[in-house]
């Protein structure tokens, strides 16, 4: 195999669960490297031993410190599977960073449009914000799609994000939920009704979505039929 001037090894460090199904991998780099990436790019991954499985895109959920990583993983297949069992002091094999899936430095108005797993792009930029205190200058709104309550990841974080930044905004939906919750509103999935009676004014403002391909597709189209620029509109979905 051609040697890859992207590809470096990666160490697992901790496991944190977040969901019943969702885990956060962090990652040392290997010692002769160090990753420069933006927030909301992915890797690919790919796991030493089990070369059959070919690789497979993970967003990096954490913010860019050089020596570690974080990949936020849903159990939703063989692959992913594998990554939750993987053991501490394991070593998986990383190529990248990958992807333009990022606002521009001078982007201010930002809808982050997010369902399941796809907040960790999201996650990742708003984290980077928050470290170098950006949020300020900025006026986000995220809307964040969930089956249940208990499948909401970074919850606790999220909400301490938005109460400590008064220009961040954030909106869950539950799709088969209807509970009481101080946090939790809406149950329903994201519409363009539900983004426009929040928004008022759809203009002027970059829209980020991330998520399964369906959901990604609906929300794309709703937003061109409203008039929405397509270079207004970012995407970024998995299957």
């Known amino acids: ?5 992207n590809k470096f090894k ?3 460090t901790s496991k944190k669960k977040e969901t019943e199904d969702v885990i956060t991998l962090k990652f040392r780099v290997s010692k002769k490297n160090s990753l420069s990436f933006s ?11 089990q070369l059959d499985l070919g690789g497979k895109a993970y967003t990096i959920s954490s913010i860019p410190s050089g020596k570690f990583l974080t990949i936020t993983i849903k159990k939703m297949g063989k692959f992913s599977t594998a990554l939750h069992e993987l053991k501490i002091g394991s070593a998986i094999t990383a190529e990248g960073p990958i992807g333009n899936f990022y606002p521009n430095k001078d982007d201010r108005e930002l809808i982050f449009l997010a369902a399941g797993i796809g907040i960790t792009p999201f996650l990742s930029i708003i984290r980077a914000y928050a470290k170098d205190n950006l949020l300020k200058d900025k006026r986000i709104c995220l809307f964040y799609s969930n089956k249940t309550k208990e499948d909401i990841a970074f919850f606790d974080e999220l909400n301490s994000l938005s109460k400590n930044n008064k220009n961040t905004k954030i909106f869950y939906h539950l799709t088969r939920q209807n509970i009481k919750d101080k946090y939790i509103k809406e149950f329903k999935r994201i519409d363009i009704t539900s983004i426009k009676n929040k928004l008022t004014d759809l203009s002027g403002k970059d ?4 998520g ?3 959901f990604v597709l609906d929300i794309r189209r709703a937003l061109l039929d409203e008039g929405i620029s397509e270079l207004k509109i970012h995407t970024e979905s998995f299957y």
């Open 212 to 214: 399964p391909i369906r």
């Open 1 to 5: 195999m051609q040697a890859n001037k």
């Open 10 to 12: 990666c160490i697992l």
């Open 39 to 49: 927030p909301g790019q992915y890797l690919i991954v790919y796991l030493n031993g």
């Open 207 to 210: 829209y980020f979505i991330c």
